[in-house]
């Protein structure tokens, strides 16, 4: 089912698109291919939206932190903006300081997206022009996201006409709980090391172990436990926002999200080798859905990537798209309870 949402400042009508399969319903906008709703059922017999959003598109273009959007062309920060690609020197949008973030200073978060019903889901397709927020190649990403089950399928999938990078994600927001804050959320985390940063969020290259740190997610933890510990690691950043290079290669489970409260579980499964967590650290208290508050803590984000700033490390792997190649990955969320 479609909804109009709103007209946007410039004036595109944004539509609202309700998927429903009994076990899962998902509310999406073609505006950043934005997940708005995601409710699942919880331990008390009810349901529960899981994901942070707005009720109205002025909100959604007003305010920052990607609440449910698809990020690209590139995810996370880049480096003064700078990369090489095939022997030539790019140069992107600066939206962070002098640093590069989530596709520039109108990511792919800040359209609207051609959508298209499937008979389990839909899919968001855009094209972003040669040479936009100064990323080389015309390069067309769509993004699918299927119910199956109590799983959401989020299938990504681009090409471009000339050498480029492309590292999409999903910057959703979840808290299990339906509101509150997210420190007595548990999460395990299949990952041995972390990819360490400067003060600017910058990846320095090294890879850091999580073992006796406060990074340490391999056995389930509260994310509340150690966010307050002091560790340098944490200060800079008030909280989690670091990438953590992932176990395994293919479609995997890497991480498990519980709740305190509602007795729901999120695994996430993903193809990609790294993910960022963030604790929403950034968050400003800002009036949500249904006249919720959200602030800091108020949710954590799993955004699976390539690791940030990739192109600028030689030891990262870099998300190149070759052109006339497929860039082609896919994330799940299986809920249970
Ligand atoms: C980044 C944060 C940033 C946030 C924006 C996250 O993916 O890691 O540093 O503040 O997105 O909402």
Redesign the pocket.
Known sequence: MTKNFGTTRRGETVTLIELDNGALSLEALDYGATIRALRVKNAEGGVTDVVLGYDTIEEYEAN???LGAL?GRV???TARGRFTLSGREYTLAKNIGENH??GGMRGFDKYVWDYELLPDGVRFTRVSPDGEEGYPGALTASVSYILRGETLVMSYEARSDADTLCNLTN?SYFNLDGGGDILRHALTLDAESYTETDAE?IPTGRLISVGGTAFDFRREKEIGRDIASGESALVG?GGY?HNYALNGAQLRPVALLRAARLGITMELATTLPGL?L?TA???SARRGKGGAQYGKWGAV?L?TQFFPDAANHEDFETPILRAGGVWRHTTELRFGR
């Open positions: 920052d932190g990607y990020v995810a996370n920060r973030l989530h910057h969020s950043c926002d960022q963030y650290n950034y968050l984000c955004e």
